[in-house]
């Protein structure tokens, strides 16, 4: 998607010291201790913007938020998810905040309606999810802040995380979100083979 926001920075890499971990991040594994005490990222020299938001647009597929973000994900999730502290560095190398998380929801859900969503497989497997539409059903025990099963850098909340996010004063910033339809199952077929 194009950038709406060009005021606000952007991050192209993760961490430095993840090392061979960098894949955990993206899947919902656990990184734990393998994560740096000092994980640091650097705003893009590609894009000029300074502001950092609540919510850091990053080429890495990763979802970084401020800490009183965070700190409503904290409260309203009931799924299990690591809060990786990350401090972002400005173009010119200088701290620009200390106060900022990758959150990183453990696991996938199994969310989506399979019939209704297009999703492009090949030999089996799921390689594109062009437009997810959710399962009720299958959301009913699903946490507020969930990855989904079919796309692991989809990062899914719930209108009750919405609401809560509205809460803050000021509202949070950068924050684009997308509403999935809801469609119940007709079927348990099993997916198509491409």
């Known amino acids: 998607m194009p950038r709406q926001q060009l005021q606000y920075c952007f991050v192209d890499e ?4 993840l090392g061979l971990n960098r894949y955990k991040v993206g899947h919902g594994e656990t990184l734990g201790a393998d994560y740096p005490a000092d994980a640091r990222v650097y705003m893009t020299d590609r894009y ?5 938001s609540d919510y850091v647009e990053n080429a890495c597929g990763i979802l970084i938020v401020s800490k009183r973000v965070k700190e409503v994900f904290e ?3 009931r799924g299990p998810v690591e809060y990786l502290p990350l401090a972002i560095y400005n173009h010119k190398k200088r701290l620009a905040s200390a106060d ?3 959150v990183n929801p453990i696991g996938t859900v199994d969310c989506l309606n399979l019939e209704a969503s297009d999703i492009k497989y090949f030999k089996g497997k799921v390689v594109q999810v062009r437009n997810p539409v959710l399962d009720p059903a299958k959301l009913e ?3 507020h802040l969930f990855r989904m099963r079919e796309h692991s850098y989809s990062y899914l909340i719930s ?3 919405i609401q809560e996010l509205r809460t803050l004063t000021p509202r949070p ?3 684009l979100l997308d509403p999935l339809e809801h469609v119940p199952s007709t079927s348990s077929k099993t997916p198509p083979v491409a």
Request: no cysteine.
């Open 14 to 17: 993760l961490p430095e010291g």
């Open 48 to 52: 000029q913007g300074i502001q950092v």
């Open 75 to 77: 409260r309203v999730s």
């Open 100 to 102: 900022h998380f990758i």
């Open 141 to 143: 025990h699903a946490p």
């Open 159 to 161: 209108e009750v995380m």
């Open 173 to 175: 910033t950068n924050f």
